[in-house]
Antibody
């Protein structure tokens, strides 16, 4: 069965950096696009970034463009999110998610909490 | 950027039918997907491409999409259906995946 396990969350000061990882199993990772989606405490879902199956194209929400970088290592079945210049409003649970036909998401991890606070 | 509008809350008695709407400019020309999220859990895809169900999702969950409104319909509502529901589309003009603000379904 599909499993997505995020790691790397924690508390970071404003302006700091953090790298999230997502270990994937149960499907052919190198054949699917992948997303990061976040959810601020008590708020709704916000799409953050997408990377194509081969890493050839990457797309970002305007709110993180220029600060966050999505990447993947298909040899390790792992997805990454490098987050720089973090702000208080980046505080959220970050979900790793498997793409469905480039238009939707069919599997989600359990999420990792990122807290940006001094 | 494309905006999806959902009512903040919908309430329904057990056994009745719940309808959750998702409004967007000419949303009928897009494929709409719906997710269920229970407290403390990750979202689950319950309807994709307007009206199709992933395997394991009960037939009680259905969807429709026309004009400026898409609708998720839950028939014979059960207490276990109480959750937040989000609609989502892919906006090709901006290459972004857009979520609605979410609707909290309360089973009375």
């Amino acid at each position: 069965q599909v499993q997505l396990v995020e790691s790397g969350g924690g508390v970071v000061q404003p302006g700091g950096s953090l790298r999230l990882s997502c270990a994937a199993s149960g499907f052919t990772f190198s054949s699917y696009g992948m997303h990061w989606v976040r959810q601020a405490p008590g708020k709704g879902l916000e799409w953050v970034a997408f990377i194509r199956y081969d890493g050839s194209n990457k797309y970002y929400a305007d709110s993180v463009k220029g600060r966050f970088t999505i990447s993947r290592d298909n040899s390790k079945n792992t997805l990454y999110l490098q987050m720089n210049s973090l702000r208080a409003e980046d505080t959220a649970v970050y979900y790793c998610a498997k793409d469905f036909r480039v238009v939707a998401i069919d599997y989600w991890g359990q999420g990792t909490l990122v807290t940006v606070s001094s | 950027s494309y905006v999806l509008t959902q009512p903040p809350s919908v309430s329904v008695a057990p056994g009745q039918t719940a309808r959750i709407t998702c409004g967007g400019n000419n949303i009928g020309s897009k494929s709409v997907h719906w997710y269920q999220q229970k407290p403390g859990q990750a979202p689950v895809l319950v309807v994709y491409d307007d009206s199709d169900r992933p395997s394991g999702i009960p037939e009680r969950f259905s969807g429709s999409n026309s004009g400026n409104t898409a609708t998720l319909t839950i028939s014979r509502v059960e207490a276990g259906d109480e959750a937040d529901y989000y609609c989502q589309v892919w906006d090709s003009s901006s290459d972004s995946w857009v979520f609605g603000g979410g609707t909290k379904l309360t089973v009375l």
